[in-house]
T-cell receptor, first 110, second 113 residues
Framework: GQQVMQIPQYQHVQEGEDFTTYCNSS?????IQWYKQRPGGHPVFLIQ?????EVKKQKRLTFQFGEAKKNSSLHITATQTTDVGTYFC??????????FGTGTRLLVSP | NAGVTQTPKFQVLKTGQSMTLQCAQD?????MYWYRQDPGMGLRLIYY???????DKGEVPNGYNVSRLNKREFSLRLESAAPSQTSVYFC????????????FGQGTRLTVV
């Protein structure tokens, strides 16, 4: 089965509400990456976390990497319509094998 | 910069037909990947190539073959297409260290009827 799972699969929020997606891996990851895919587009890299317990921020986005390096989260504060898309976590398992999560689709209503 | 280029963008195949999806990158990356994307399944790794001359199976390799023609090019072949292979296919590349971001092509939307 798929090694990296994300929840929720889908979330619909009103503009201004917060949003969080969770990523869980069945194996330890050397790092965790987050990507955003706009509707009809391709995944685009957002950020990478490497250290256990690491927290990084990009404006309204906060990313965390779990202590055991098997889970991660992405939190968006005060969503905007431009945040619409699917958010994927990804991690390298083994030599150069980049595995993606199942993704969380975010819809933001104005 | 072109980045990662995939061809074709769209394709319709009949069951049993064969075809090759082409991918080329101009960033001098060592690693290249093929993924398929299906609703609710995320991006599933089909095959990857950590460096020129090597290829390895990913999560869903059955029904596919790959060729790392040179450092720039990584092709995906469907020998006998099946309706279950209807999907959006993405090629990606990254630098060799395993600690860098992946760059994606625009995708190929394949329908097998």
């Amino acid at each position: 089965g798929q090694q990296v799972m994300q929840i929720p699969q889908y979330q619909h929020v009103q503009e201004g509400e917060d949003f969080t997606t969770y990523c869980n891996s069945s194996t330890t990851l050397s790092n965790i990456q987050w990507y955003k895919q706009r509707p009809g587009g391709h995944p685009v890299f957002l950020i990478q976390l490497v250290k256990s317990g690491e927290v990084k921020k990009q404006k309204r986005l906060t990313f965390q990497f779990g202590e055991a390096k098997k889970n991660s989260s992405l939190h968006i504060t005060a969503t905007q319509t431009t945040d619409v898309g699917t958010y994927f976590c990804a991690g390298y398992t083994g030599f150069q094998k980049l595995v993606f999560g199942t993704g969380t689709r975010l819809l933001v209503s104005p | 910069n072109a980045g990662v280029t995939q061809t074709p963008k769209f394709q319709v195949l009949k069951t049993g037909q064969s075809m090759t999806l082409q991918c080329a990158q101009d960033m001098n990356h060592n690693s290249m990947y093929w993924y398929r994307q299906d609703p609710g399944m995320g991006l599933r790794l089909i095959y990857y190539s950590a460096s020129e001359g090597t290829t390895d199976k990913g999560e869903v390799p059955n029904g596919y073959n790959v060729s790392r023609l040179n450092k720039r090019e990584f092709s995906l072949r469907l020998e006998s297409a099946a309706p279950s292979q209807t999907s959006v296919y993405f090629c990606a590349s990254s630098d060799r260290t395993g600690n860098t971001e992946a760059f994606f092509g625009q995708g190929t939307r394949l329908t097998v009827v």
